[in-house]
């Protein structure tokens, strides 16, 4: 499933799409799953949007509750495909992230990267957003900054309910790439159910708000993490 020319644009790029990570079975029947999650939401349930418009809501560690999520985990190609492109010997699961954009979600996701959220270092650590939904630019899709994992700056990270930064003294304040798009190498792709976008943890990313009326954007993302990932303890963050 995974290219030498795949390889090369994951470590150079900072992300990759992977045409049907997943068939449409596991589609089938995680759509199934998400739907049923949401009906009944888990103990992790979060409103990202609680001032804005529409329905922007995220669930988190689903694989220690759901038997449909861990078997994405355990069974599906999506651990292999991470291995590869991290070319890691060993890969660890570091947790599962179900995000859902609804029609007329207005909520924005801020640019940002992944790790400084996150007690953990290292090269090789990524996410995988898998799309259960046509996805585009009008109904909620991902931007990235190409190349931006390779920088030696590591940005603030955002609070994802009121689009702030969280400030600390581990990184610096993100420059205004919206107001200055031109200046950056902005990629997107569009995707089908199954398609895979898997990036590095540092790539710069951020997501449109669901500007449209009918097209849900249901989407899990996998965090995976090499054998050269280590643990460590983060300085406090407060909401600027």
Same mark, same amino acid.
């Given at each position: 499933m995974i290219s030498a020319t795949d390889i090369n644009n994951y470590t150079s790029d900072g992300v990759v799409c992977i045409r049907k990570l997943i068939n449409a079975p596991w589609v089938h029947r995680m759509l199934d799953a998400i739907d049923r999650l949401e009906r009944n939401p888990g103990p992790f349930r979060e409103d990202y949007a609680p001032d804005a418009p529409g329905t922007f809501f995220s669930e988190k560690f689903m694989w220690t509750f759901d038997q449909d999520f861990r078997a994405l985990v355990f069974e599906s190609p999506a651990a292999e495909v991470a291995s590869a492109l991290m070319m890691a010997t060993k890969i660890n699961m570091f947790y599962d992230h179900l995000m859902v954009k609804e029609p007329g979600? #207005?909520? $924005?996701?801020?640019?940002? #990267?992944?790790? /400084? *959220?996150?007690?953990?270092?290292?090269? #090789? !650590?990524?996410?995988?957003? !898998?799309?259960?939904?046509? $996805?585009?630019? =009008? /109904?909620?899709?991902? =931007?990235? $900054?190409?190349?931006?994992?390779?920088g030696k700056v590591r940005y603030q990270p955002f609070d994802f309910k009121g689009d702030r930064p969280l400030e600390t003294s581990e990184f610096e304040?993100?420059?205004? !790439?919206?107001?200055?798009?031109?200046? *950056?190498? !902005? $990629?997107?792709?569009?995707?089908?159910?199954?398609?895979?976008?898997?990036?590095?943890?540092l790539t710069l990313h951020g997501g449109r708000a669901n500007t449209s009326t009918n097209d849900r954007r249901r989407a899990l993302s996998v965090r995976w993490a090499g054998e050269g990932v280590r643990y460590v303890r983060r300085e406090k963050m407060i909401k600027l």
């Open positions: 979600a #207005q909520s $924005v996701t801020p640019w940002h #990267q992944d790790l /400084n *959220y996150w007690p953990a270092e290292g090269r #090789q !650590i990524c996410s995988m957003w !898998i799309a259960f939904d046509d $996805v585009g630019l =009008e /109904n909620g899709g991902l =931007e990235f $900054v190409r190349g931006s994992h390779l304040p993100l420059p205004d !790439i919206e107001g200055h798009r031109d200046h *950056y190498d !902005i $990629v997107s792709w569009e995707l089908e159910p199954g398609d895979a976008l898997v990036f590095h943890a």
